[in-house]
T-cell receptor
Framework: DVKVTQSSRYLVKRTGEKVFLECVQD?????MFWYRQDPGLGLRLIYF???????EKGDIPEGYSVSREKKERFSLILESASTNQTSMYLC?????????????FGEGSWLTVV | GQNIDQPTEMTATEGAIVQINCTYQ??????LFWYQQHAGEAPTFLSYNVLDGLEEKGRFSSFLSRSKGYSYLLLKELQMKDSASYLC??????????WGAGTKLIIKP
């Protein structure tokens, strides 16, 4: 079965802390994504990656960075967490989109910054 | 800019039929997805349309009209477990996924 695994389901961090959210997929997908989801705003793309060591900014990259050292792993980093980064973070992966390949999501990570 | 519109919330009765609409204005079109998301869970794939017409899959059907920039998801014989948010997403000309904000569907007995 297809699996996208996010390392932490619920986290509480203090303002200014560095936060790592890890995501691993076991489907040999080229594409990996990090989204945040807030009520009424839908899914907003933070960063995505089409290949190892490759990253592209999404719609809201400010305050975030990413790392993709291995094909199966895509990490989201909050260098200095702020309260406006309290949200649900979703990792996803897929084969290239040009054939309508389904995007698969992890379970989500609920981050609260206090 | 790119935009996808869906109703914010809909209510329907168990056993009935409901249609959730999605209109889009995007730079190009390479397909449209519908996803279901239960509260606190990840979105899961429901359907994919790239050609005009109706795709039927059990109790769920999805329709696409590319000329009108319009799709709908039709849910028949509604069950309580269908209470969820339904997300519409379009693949644009750059093969980027553009997401709607989702429609929260409430099913009443």
């Amino acid at each position: 079965d297809v699996k996208v695994t996010q390392s932490s389901r619920y986290l509480v961090k203090r303002t200014g802390e560095k936060v790592f959210l890890e995501c691993v997929q076991d489907m040999d997908h080229e594409n990996m994504f990090w989204y945040r989801q807030d009520p009424g705003l839908g899914l907003r793309l933070i960063y995505f990656s089409y290949d190892v060591k490759m990253k592209e900014k999404g719609d809201i990259p400010e305050g975030y960075s990413v790392s993709r050292e291995k094909k199966e792993r895509f990490s989201l980093i909050l260098e200095s967490a702020s309260t406006n980064q309290t949200s649900m973070y979703l990792c996803a992966s897929s084969f290239p989109a040009d054939s309508g390949n389904t995007i698969y999501f992890g379970e989500g990570s609920w981050l609260t910054v206090v | 800019g790119q935009n996808i519109d869906q109703p914010t919330e809909m209510t329907a009765t168990e056993g009935a039929i409901v249609q959730i609409n999605c209109t889009y204005q995007t730079s190009g079109f390479n397909g449209l997805f519908w996803y279901q998301q239960h509260a606190g869970e990840a979105p899961t794939f429901l359907s994919y349309n790239v050609l005009d017409g109706l795709e039927e899959k059990g109790r769920f059907s999805s329709f696409l009209s590319r000329s009108k920039g319009y799709s709908y998801l039709l849910l028949k014989e509604l069950q309580m477990k269908d209470s969820a948010s339904y997300l519409c997403a379009v693949i644009d000309s750059n093969y980027q996924l553009i997401w709607g904000a989702g429609t929260k569907l409430i099913i009443k007995p």
